[in-house]
Protein backbone atom coordinates (compact mmCIF):
# COMPACT_ATOMS: atom_id res chain seq x y z
CA UNK A 1 0.00 0.00 0.00
CA UNK A 2 1.10 3.52 -0.72
CA UNK A 3 0.24 6.82 0.81
CA UNK A 4 -0.28 8.55 -2.32
CA UNK A 5 -2.80 7.21 -4.95
CA UNK A 6 -2.01 9.01 -8.13
CA UNK A 7 -0.17 12.22 -9.75
CA UNK A 8 -1.05 14.47 -12.63
CA UNK A 9 0.32 17.37 -14.50
CA UNK A 10 -1.62 20.38 -15.48
CA UNK A 11 -0.05 22.71 -18.35
CA UNK A 12 -1.47 26.43 -19.34
CA UNK A 13 -2.56 26.94 -22.56
CA UNK A 14 -3.96 30.29 -22.78
CA UNK A 15 -6.13 30.92 -20.00
CA UNK A 16 -6.89 26.75 -19.09
CA UNK A 17 -5.16 24.21 -17.95
CA UNK A 18 -4.92 21.14 -19.87
CA UNK A 19 -4.12 17.54 -19.30
CA UNK A 20 -0.79 16.56 -19.76
CA UNK A 21 0.13 13.06 -17.98
CA UNK A 22 -1.11 11.22 -14.91
CA UNK A 23 0.05 8.02 -13.50
CA UNK A 24 -3.52 6.52 -12.01
CA UNK A 25 -2.34 3.02 -10.98
CA UNK A 26 -5.54 0.91 -11.43
CA UNK A 27 -7.64 4.18 -11.34
CA UNK A 28 -9.16 3.57 -14.61
CA UNK A 29 -12.32 5.38 -14.73
CA UNK A 30 -11.15 8.54 -12.55
CA UNK A 31 -8.29 8.85 -15.22
CA UNK A 32 -10.51 8.88 -17.83
CA UNK A 33 -12.37 11.39 -16.24
CA UNK A 34 -9.19 13.75 -15.32
CA UNK A 35 -7.64 13.13 -19.34
CA UNK A 36 -10.99 15.01 -20.60
CA UNK A 37 -11.05 17.98 -17.83
CA UNK A 38 -9.85 21.28 -18.02
CA UNK A 39 -9.58 24.36 -16.10
CA UNK A 40 -10.06 28.09 -16.07
CA UNK A 41 -7.67 30.26 -14.44
CA UNK A 42 -9.20 30.12 -10.50
CA UNK A 43 -11.66 27.05 -10.90
CA UNK A 44 -11.46 23.70 -9.51
CA UNK A 45 -8.01 22.44 -7.58
CA UNK A 46 -5.50 23.54 -10.20
CA UNK A 47 -7.05 26.49 -11.16
CA UNK A 48 -6.89 27.66 -7.67
CA UNK A 49 -3.42 27.16 -7.24
CA UNK A 50 -2.45 28.72 -10.36
CA UNK A 51 -4.77 32.04 -9.31
CA UNK A 52 -3.54 31.88 -5.84
CA UNK A 53 0.24 31.23 -6.92
CA UNK A 54 0.55 29.07 -3.72
CA UNK A 55 0.70 25.20 -3.09
CA UNK A 56 -2.77 24.42 -1.66
CA UNK A 57 -4.14 21.18 0.29
CA UNK A 58 -7.46 20.37 0.58
CA UNK A 59 -7.91 17.73 3.00
CA UNK A 60 -11.83 16.78 2.14
CA UNK A 61 -13.79 16.97 -1.63
CA UNK A 62 -16.66 17.82 -0.16
CA UNK A 63 -18.42 21.25 -0.39
CA UNK A 64 -15.06 22.64 -1.68
CA UNK A 65 -13.92 23.86 -5.17
CA UNK A 66 -13.25 20.64 -6.42
CA UNK A 67 -14.63 19.55 -9.54
CA UNK A 68 -13.80 15.40 -9.70
CA UNK A 69 -15.66 14.57 -6.27
CA UNK A 70 -17.91 11.77 -7.29
CA UNK A 71 -15.30 10.55 -9.51
CA UNK A 72 -12.81 10.99 -6.88
CA UNK A 73 -14.89 9.27 -4.14
CA UNK A 74 -15.95 6.38 -6.33
CA UNK A 75 -11.56 5.68 -7.09
CA UNK A 76 -11.29 6.12 -2.81
CA UNK A 77 -9.63 9.49 -3.40
CA UNK A 78 -10.31 11.94 -0.13
CA UNK A 79 -7.58 14.64 -0.43
CA UNK A 80 -4.80 16.49 -2.67
CA UNK A 81 -2.45 18.76 -3.05
CA UNK A 82 -1.72 21.06 -6.32
CA UNK A 83 1.87 22.37 -6.62
CA UNK A 84 1.85 25.73 -9.18
CA UNK A 85 5.47 25.80 -10.90
CA UNK A 86 6.35 29.24 -11.83
CA UNK A 87 9.69 30.29 -13.62
CA UNK A 88 9.69 33.65 -11.96
CA UNK A 89 5.56 34.99 -12.94
CA UNK A 90 5.43 32.54 -15.27
CA UNK A 91 3.24 29.74 -14.63
CA UNK A 92 5.07 26.61 -15.89
CA UNK A 93 2.70 23.93 -14.85
CA UNK A 94 0.71 22.44 -11.86
CA UNK A 95 1.17 18.88 -10.23
CA UNK A 96 -1.51 17.42 -8.37
CA UNK A 97 -0.84 14.99 -5.92
CA UNK A 98 -3.79 12.76 -4.77
CA UNK A 99 -4.08 10.41 -1.42
CA UNK A 100 -6.94 8.11 0.00
CA UNK A 101 -8.19 8.14 3.67
CA UNK A 102 -7.46 4.27 3.96
CA UNK A 103 -7.36 3.29 7.99
CA UNK A 104 -3.92 2.99 9.33
CA UNK A 105 -2.87 4.97 6.25
CA UNK A 106 0.64 6.95 7.88
CA UNK A 107 2.19 10.07 6.05
CA UNK A 108 2.03 13.77 5.74
CA UNK A 109 1.64 16.17 3.57
CA UNK A 110 2.43 19.84 4.39
CA UNK A 111 2.33 23.27 3.25
CA UNK A 112 4.70 25.72 5.41
CA UNK A 113 4.27 30.08 5.29
CA UNK A 114 6.42 32.43 5.63
CA UNK A 115 4.43 35.01 8.66
CA UNK A 116 6.68 37.69 10.54
CA UNK A 117 9.73 36.01 10.05
CA UNK A 118 8.19 32.56 10.91
CA UNK A 119 7.10 29.42 9.16
CA UNK A 120 3.78 28.23 10.29
CA UNK A 121 1.52 25.73 9.00
CA UNK A 122 -0.50 26.65 6.12
CA UNK A 123 -2.15 23.30 5.65
CA UNK A 124 -1.38 19.77 5.92
CA UNK A 125 -2.85 16.57 5.45
CA UNK A 126 -1.82 13.18 7.77
CA UNK A 127 -3.58 10.10 7.47
CA UNK A 128 -4.52 8.02 10.07
CA UNK A 129 -1.66 10.03 11.48
CA UNK A 130 -4.18 12.28 13.72
CA UNK A 131 -1.82 12.89 17.15
CA UNK A 132 1.29 14.41 14.83
CA UNK A 133 -1.00 16.33 12.62
CA UNK A 134 -3.01 17.99 15.94
CA UNK A 135 1.04 18.46 17.76
CA UNK A 136 1.89 20.19 14.09
CA UNK A 137 -0.58 23.15 14.49
CA UNK A 138 1.01 25.37 16.64
CA UNK A 139 4.93 24.28 15.74
CA UNK A 140 6.28 27.58 14.05
CA UNK A 141 10.02 27.54 12.19
CA UNK A 142 12.78 30.04 12.66
CA UNK A 143 14.96 29.94 9.61
CA UNK A 144 17.55 26.94 10.02
CA UNK A 145 15.17 25.05 12.42
CA UNK A 146 13.64 21.75 11.51
CA UNK A 147 13.17 20.47 7.88
CA UNK A 148 10.86 23.39 7.02
CA UNK A 149 13.37 25.86 8.39
CA UNK A 150 16.42 23.93 6.32
CA UNK A 151 15.03 24.23 3.43
CA UNK A 152 13.97 28.16 3.78
CA UNK A 153 17.62 28.60 5.21
CA UNK A 154 19.27 26.91 2.47
CA UNK A 155 16.87 27.86 -0.27
CA UNK A 156 16.94 24.37 -1.74
CA UNK A 157 15.33 21.02 -1.38
CA UNK A 158 16.29 18.82 1.98
CA UNK A 159 15.98 15.52 2.48
CA UNK A 160 15.92 14.08 6.08
CA UNK A 161 16.54 10.28 6.99
CA UNK A 162 15.37 8.91 10.09
CA UNK A 163 13.05 12.05 11.41
CA UNK A 164 11.84 9.99 14.64
CA UNK A 165 15.42 10.16 15.64
CA UNK A 166 16.97 12.99 14.70
CA UNK A 167 17.84 16.49 16.94
CA UNK A 168 16.87 18.60 14.42
CA UNK A 169 13.71 16.90 13.40
CA UNK A 170 11.12 19.43 15.73
CA UNK A 171 8.67 17.16 16.03
CA UNK A 172 10.66 13.65 16.46
CA UNK A 173 9.58 12.06 19.35
CA UNK A 174 5.61 12.47 17.17
CA UNK A 175 7.18 11.28 14.12
CA UNK A 176 8.68 7.86 15.40
CA UNK A 177 5.34 7.74 17.63
CA UNK A 178 3.09 7.53 13.90
CA UNK A 179 5.53 5.66 12.17
CA UNK A 180 7.39 8.36 10.40
CA UNK A 181 10.84 7.95 8.83
CA UNK A 182 11.96 10.24 5.82
CA UNK A 183 11.00 13.94 4.60
CA UNK A 184 11.65 15.63 1.76
CA UNK A 185 11.39 19.30 1.92
CA UNK A 186 10.89 21.51 -1.26
CA UNK A 187 11.20 25.22 -1.77
CA UNK A 188 8.27 26.35 -3.72
CA UNK A 189 8.49 29.79 -5.85
CA UNK A 190 5.71 32.02 -5.79
CA UNK A 191 5.00 35.51 -7.96
CA UNK A 192 4.38 37.42 -4.69
CA UNK A 193 7.82 36.61 -3.23
CA UNK A 194 6.48 34.76 -0.03
CA UNK A 195 8.58 31.49 1.18
CA UNK A 196 6.31 28.61 1.14
CA UNK A 197 7.95 25.01 1.90
CA UNK A 198 6.13 21.55 0.99
CA UNK A 199 6.83 18.86 2.99
CA UNK A 200 6.61 15.01 1.96
CA UNK A 201 6.96 12.55 4.85
CA UNK A 202 6.57 9.27 4.86
CA UNK A 203 6.01 5.99 6.71
CA UNK A 204 7.48 2.96 6.79
CA UNK A 205 4.16 0.58 5.90
CA UNK A 206 2.24 2.84 3.93
CA UNK A 207 5.16 5.41 2.24
CA UNK A 208 5.17 8.34 -0.02
CA UNK A 209 7.70 6.92 -1.95
CA UNK A 210 10.35 4.35 -1.29
CA UNK A 211 12.92 6.69 -3.01
CA UNK A 212 14.02 10.02 -3.00
CA UNK A 213 16.71 12.12 -5.13
CA UNK A 214 17.59 15.94 -5.42
CA UNK A 215 19.58 16.69 -8.31
CA UNK A 216 21.35 20.21 -8.49
CA UNK A 217 21.19 21.89 -11.87
CA UNK A 218 22.78 25.19 -11.04
CA UNK A 219 25.56 26.30 -13.65
CA UNK A 220 27.48 27.23 -10.61
CA UNK A 221 27.58 23.44 -10.09
CA UNK A 222 27.65 21.66 -13.42
CA UNK A 223 28.66 24.49 -15.84
CA UNK A 224 26.96 26.21 -18.99
CA UNK A 225 25.57 22.87 -20.34
CA UNK A 226 22.18 21.46 -18.89
CA UNK A 227 23.27 18.89 -16.74
CA UNK A 228 22.30 18.28 -13.16
CA UNK A 229 24.01 16.14 -10.62
CA UNK A 230 22.47 13.95 -7.89
CA UNK A 231 23.55 15.58 -4.68
CA UNK A 232 21.41 13.68 -2.30
CA UNK A 233 19.01 10.52 -1.72
CA UNK A 234 17.87 7.32 -0.21
CA UNK A 235 16.40 4.10 -1.59
CA UNK A 236 15.29 0.77 0.20
CA UNK A 237 16.99 -1.49 -2.44
CA UNK A 238 20.12 0.82 -2.91
CA UNK A 239 20.83 2.59 0.19
CA UNK A 240 22.41 6.15 0.44
CA UNK A 241 22.29 7.94 -3.20
CA UNK A 242 24.68 10.27 -2.16
CA UNK A 243 28.49 10.10 -3.26
CA UNK A 244 30.09 7.95 -0.98
CA UNK A 245 34.01 9.04 -1.39
CA UNK A 246 35.70 11.98 -0.70
CA UNK A 247 36.27 13.92 -2.88
CA UNK A 248 33.43 12.37 -4.68
CA UNK A 249 34.57 10.23 -7.47
CA UNK A 250 31.34 8.29 -8.01
CA UNK A 251 28.75 11.45 -8.88
CA UNK A 252 26.17 10.33 -11.11
CA UNK A 253 25.31 12.99 -13.71
CA UNK A 254 22.52 13.79 -16.31
CA UNK A 255 21.57 15.62 -19.20
CA UNK A 256 18.66 17.26 -20.62
CA UNK A 257 16.53 14.53 -21.88
CA UNK A 258 18.83 12.25 -20.62
CA UNK A 259 16.63 9.50 -18.43
CA UNK A 260 13.06 10.57 -16.74
CA UNK A 261 14.63 13.13 -14.27
CA UNK A 262 16.31 14.48 -17.79
CA UNK A 263 12.87 14.92 -19.26
CA UNK A 264 12.77 17.83 -16.41
CA UNK A 265 16.15 19.37 -17.32
CA UNK A 266 15.04 19.29 -21.08
CA UNK A 267 11.14 20.59 -20.69
CA UNK A 268 11.34 22.86 -17.54
CA UNK A 269 8.05 20.81 -16.84
CA UNK A 270 7.19 18.06 -13.64
CA UNK A 271 7.37 14.52 -15.54
CA UNK A 272 5.22 11.41 -14.38
CA UNK A 273 6.03 7.57 -15.25
CA UNK A 274 3.71 5.11 -14.60
CA UNK A 275 4.70 2.10 -16.25
CA UNK A 276 8.17 1.54 -15.20
CA UNK A 277 10.14 2.61 -18.44
CA UNK A 278 13.92 3.99 -17.96
CA UNK A 279 13.18 3.63 -14.20
CA UNK A 280 15.50 1.79 -11.92
CA UNK A 281 14.95 -1.77 -11.02
CA UNK A 282 12.01 -2.28 -8.63
CA UNK A 283 10.07 0.89 -9.51
CA UNK A 284 7.23 1.64 -11.38
CA UNK A 285 6.09 5.23 -10.83
CA UNK A 286 7.92 8.43 -10.56
CA UNK A 287 7.11 11.99 -10.26
CA UNK A 288 10.33 14.80 -10.86
CA UNK A 289 9.11 18.53 -9.89
CA UNK A 290 11.73 21.07 -10.83
CA UNK A 291 12.89 23.82 -8.30
CA UNK A 292 13.35 27.31 -10.19
CA UNK A 293 14.97 30.37 -8.58
CA UNK A 294 14.06 32.96 -10.77
CA UNK A 295 13.92 32.35 -14.58
CA UNK A 296 15.91 29.43 -13.86
CA UNK A 297 15.75 25.43 -13.10
CA UNK A 298 18.08 25.19 -10.03
CA UNK A 299 17.10 21.80 -8.57
CA UNK A 300 15.13 18.47 -9.15
CA UNK A 301 13.47 16.14 -6.67
CA UNK A 302 11.66 13.14 -7.53
CA UNK A 303 10.46 10.36 -5.43
CA UNK A 304 9.50 6.53 -6.99
CA UNK A 305 6.98 3.72 -5.87
Known sequence: MSFIKASEIWLPEGETLVFDAGDYGPLAAFADVSSQSQFAHGEG???????????????????????????????????????????????????????????????AIEVWEDRDDRLHLEAGYYGAAEDFGTASQDVVFAHGEGLPGGVWSAQMPVLMRQIGSRHGFVRGESAMAAGLTHGLGIPVQAPDGRTRIVTLLTGADTPLARRFEIWDGRPERVGPRRAAVRIDGICEREGPLWARQNPPVDIVTITAWQGPVGQVLGSGLPHIVGNGTGLPAGYRSMVALPVYRGEDLAFITAWYL
Do not use: M, N
Request: hydrophobic share 50%; glycine share 12%; charged share 15%.
Open 45 to 107: LPGKAWAEGCPIVLDQFDGSYFQRTVAAHEAGLTCAIAIPVFADDALKAVLVVLCGDDAGHIG
